[in-house]
């Protein structure tokens, strides 16, 4: 994909997240590889979700130096840098401080599989214990570290950080994992959390596996309601 289609497909992503209710003032940031290796284009700082513009896009190389354009980025790119070095597999990063997915950060209660956005994550969500700003190079390796192979890591009274194969990817997750603490914790006000069961989790899982286009759908529906 050239480099503006990956800047404009950035912009789609930033205005589903802040749709979706992951905005927090001008925080919270998304970046993807960039055509050239060793780089990266990423949301600055200074403006929210559902402001900022293709031309606003930052170039970066792997540790976090800007490249190329006018504004500056968030202090926490170690968090996309550390993942990207670690894990080949990851061209998309999302952090955002969702409201429901920071809430839960700031809980002793554990993630559980409440709902078909909770099976996303069957393959299990990592856990940051740090509420410090992710803003070395040291910091970034510990994050990636604890993310491990996992899609999503919960980071502890702050947010989270979802990755992905695609920009798209990355997006529904962030967006199907927030959407799950929500649900979560009104499940909670009505008693105790009844998770999906462990033989019916694995049965939907393995439909969900055999829809090979279900986050393409999902996020073109995402995109189609942002923009409404």
Known sequence: MKDQELREKLVQ??????????????????????????????????????????????LADMDGQRLE?????????????????????????????AFHAAALSASTARFEYVSQDSLVFAGGVAAYPSAELV????????????????????MRNHGL??????????VVRAVSFERSCRLQLAAAQ????????????????????RQSNRETSI???LLRSACA
């Open 13 to 58: 992503a930033c205005r589903i997240l802040a749709h979706e209710g992951h905005e927090h003032f001008y925080l919270g940031h998304v970046s993807v590889r960039a055509s050239s290796d060793g780089e990266l284009w990423a949301k600055p700082t200074g403006l929210g979700l559902e402001e900022v513009l293709a031309e606003d896009m930052v």
């Open 135 to 154: 803003e070395s190079a040291e910091q970034g390796e510990r994050l990636a570290q604890a993310l491990g192979q996992a899609d999503v890591a919960l």
């Open 219 to 221: 996020w073109r529906y």
């Open 69 to 97: 354009g006018e504004r500056k980025l968030h202090t926490e790119m170690p968090i996309h840098t550390g993942i990207y070095k670690r894990r080949p597999d990851v061209h998309a990063v999302v952090h955002t401080h």
């Open 190 to 209: 009505f008693g105790g959390v009844s998770p999906v069961p462990p033989d019916e989790a694995e049965r939907m899982i393995a439909r969900f596996g």
């Open 161 to 170: 950080t979802a990755v992905g194969a695609s920009i798209e990817q990355a």
